[in-house]
T-cell receptor, first 117, second 111 residues
């Protein structure tokens, strides 16, 4: 299957600082990527849909000024958690959609653990 | 996108087939059935998907009923490493389509 990679896999940051998580599609171009967060023992919650070259579409209740998403190229999307607080500590997961001509399947990254202290 | 219903958990013996059911009675004609699994503390792993015909790959088989209102994921010879949460998700093909995760079914494979 297609490979999606996230970096960093784990990050600890101080409260009030910002942290960036990268999501790369390694062997395909992805016009659409997605960002999820997951709390312990809970299911994945979609935060936003990231489209290359345009503004991200955020799900209801997700603060776009707090969770900045940039999809500047067909292989890279970034999520920046601004002014992080302990309640932002979570598992963040990205995914990327294969082009329609390649099947349209969505593949996920390994996830990034964020701990805000 | 249509909603799916899965039992919360099931278990099976190592080496036996694991049959994971999913109901999607409101599925639309252009919506596919996707299966993913998530092993603890990892990103979800794509398993298989189908529209109306049965599908098989190196990981599993997907059996979709003729009316498309339910499906079964079959792991033919479950191993301990197959212990995970399995998600059945229905998704269309439009540009705005996205995967919406429910609670999934926790499969426990016992030795």
């Amino acid at each position: 299957g297609a490979v999606v990679s996230q970096h960093p896999s784990r990050v600890i940051c101080k409260s009030g600082t910002s942290v960036k998580i990268e999501c790369r599609s390694l062997d395909f171009q992805a016009t659409t990527m997605f960002w999820y967060r997951q709390f312990p023992k809970k299911s994945l919650m979609l935060m936003a849909t990231s489209n290359e070259g345009s503004k991200a579409t955020y799900e209801q209740g997700v603060e776009k000024d707090k969770f900045l998403i940039n999809h500047a190229s067909l292989t890279l999307s970034t999520l920046t958690v601004t002014s992080a607080h302990p309640e932002d500590s979570s598992f963040y997961i990205c995914s990327a959609r294969l082009p329609r001509y390649s099947g349209n399947t969505i593949y996920f990254g390994e996830g990034s653990w964020l701990t805000v202290v | 996108d249509a909603k799916t219903t899965q039992p919360p958990s099931m278990d099976c013996a190592e080496g036996r087939a694991a049959n994971l059911p999913c109901n999607h009675s409101t599925i639309s004609g252009n919506e596919y059935v996707y299966w993913y699994r998530q092993i603890h503390s990892q990103g979800p792993q794509y398993i298989i998907h189908g529209l109306k015909n049965n599908e098989t790959n190196e990981m599993a088989s997907l059996i979709i009923t003729e009316d498309r209102k339910s499906s079964t994921l079959i792991l033919p010879h479950a191993t301990l490493r197959d212990t995970a949460v399995y998600y059945c998700i229905v998704m269309g093909t439009g540009a705005n389509s996205k995967l919406t995760f429910g609670k999934g079914i926790t499969l426990s494979v016992r030795p």
